[in-house]
């Protein structure tokens, strides 16, 4: 499961826990309340979830009681699409009417009773994008591994989310993330933190580009005119003329090129519509599901021609990109991914406590991020917590995510 941890932010804590099994078995006098959440991106609209956050009663080693949040109405976070049909895809698939009907019953009978210890040990298997896999009727093609018991009939994935957010609240496991306007408001960050037992078992920390980093040569014929937009823009303190595609297209969301403003949404600059969070995360994602979109031209029919292949993840991602990689590396420099890489070893180690105090000092010949108690993080590039305009820094994004864990 550690590969779906690393993209879902799962799981908050009501009350103080009592660390493994063991420990759970001599709180015997006393009810503990532990909360969980499973989620995974709804493939079919980014920016909205499929999962469930429960509640879990425990009384010495045995659940008492299973309760759960009641979807959005607005469907950006369901564990019951709305729009699902009884025997749909098939026969034998309850639909939403039924299952919301049958799922408060469907939890007082799995559940409660049930050991810590029997429900931890149980396996949901799932595909890479973290969907609970479907209750195959033939044997031979079911790749779900969930005992029976433990299955909602015509609701296999349902029960699955049910089963891996109950476990993520009794393992103690919590996933934060965060998505901001990071290095000078040039760049969409990501960052995700995960705790088990209080303590940092995972971070991560990366950015890409945005649209306006990807340009057509000024020669270029092959794009209509219609199509692209020239404007002088600054590049590193100069006025350069560049070519930029007029209109790109992800989820549902379309930016303009306008000469003088750069990428617009609606009545809004790309700085301004990214200084909200979730439209920063809508992008994101877009951009590392590879469904960013160029418009180049109109078909037989009027309708926008989209080509996919020109934002790719490849293109914007500072994992694949090359960005300060390479021979990008000035002598004494570090470059994107081992800067990275120290501050994301630094959290694991020291945690997010220091991470709003670092400061750039000097040790050795060389200035570093330090933190208040002299520690290096390793770290020398220039924005880990500096505070600019519409920017948020890769400090405070790692601790927003830290915070969102909850």
């Not at 499929?50 to 425990?58: F, N, Q």
């Not at 025997?87 to 009417?97: D, F, I, K």
């Not at 994992?319 to 694991?348: F, H, M, S």
């Amino acid at each position: 499961m550690k590969k779906i941890f690393k993209t879902l932010a799962v799981c908050a804590v009501a009350g103080t826990l009592c660390a493994g099994v063991a420990a759970m078995a001599g709180c015997a006098g006393k009810t503990e309340t532990y909360t969980g959440e499973y989620k995974y991106d709804n493939s079919y609209s980014l920016g909205k979830f499929y999962g469930v956050k429960v509640k879990v009663e425990v009384k010495g080693d045995k659940i008492t009681k299973v309760t759960y949040e009641a979807d959005k109405a607005d469907g950006s976070y369901v564990n019951v699409s709305p729009t699902w049909q009884a025997n749909s895809p098939v026969e034998g698939s309850l639909g939403a009417e039924a299952t919301k009907a049958a799922t408060d019953k469907y939890l007082e009978d799995t559940f409660v009773g049930k050991k810590v210890s029997e429900i931890k040990a149980l396996k949901v298997a799932v595909s890479d994008s973290g969907e609970p896999l479907v209750l195959d009727k033939d044997p031979n093609k079911n790749k779900q591994t969930l005992d029976s018991a433990y299955i909602l009939a015509g609701a296999t994935q349902t029960s699955g989310r049910f089963v891996l957010a109950v476990q993520n609240a009794l393992n103690d496991i919590h996933v934060g993330e965060a998505w901001g306007l990071v290095h000078n408001a040039g760049y969409a960050g990501y960052a995700s933190v995960t705790v088990k037992e209080g303590a940092i078992t995972d971070v991560q920390l990366s950015e890409v580009c945005l649209p306006s980093d990807i340009t057509i040569a000024n020669d270029d014929t092959t794009i209509p005119a219609e199509y692209k937009v020239t404007a002088t823009v600054k590049d590193h303190g100069k006025d350069v003329e560049k070519t930029f595609y007029k209109t790109v297209v992800y989820s549902d969301v379309t930016m303009t090129y306008d000469a003088t403003k750069g990428y617009v949404v609606g009545d809004k600059t790309m700085v301004e519509y990214f200084q909200d969070a979730n439209n920063v995360m809508k992008y994101y994602k877009a951009v590392m599901g590879g469904k960013v979109s160029v418009v180049v031209g109109k078909d037989a029919d009027n309708k926008d021609v989209k080509k996919n292949d020109v934002m790719t993840k490849a293109a914007l991602s500072k994992e694949e990109n090359g960005y300060w990689a390479g021979d990008k590396i000035g002598e004494g420099q570090l470059g994107w991914k081992a800067n990275r890489d120290a501050i994301v070893k630094y959290v694991k180690e020291k945690g997010v406590d220091e991470l709003l105090k670092l400061e750039l000092k000097e040790l050795e010949g060389d200035k570093y991020w330090v933190d208040s108690n002299n520690v290096s993080t390793g770290a020398t590039w220039t924005d880990q917590n500096t505070t600019k305009n519409n920017t948020v820094s890769y400090s405070q994004l790692l601790v927003n995510a830290y915070n969102a864990k909850y």
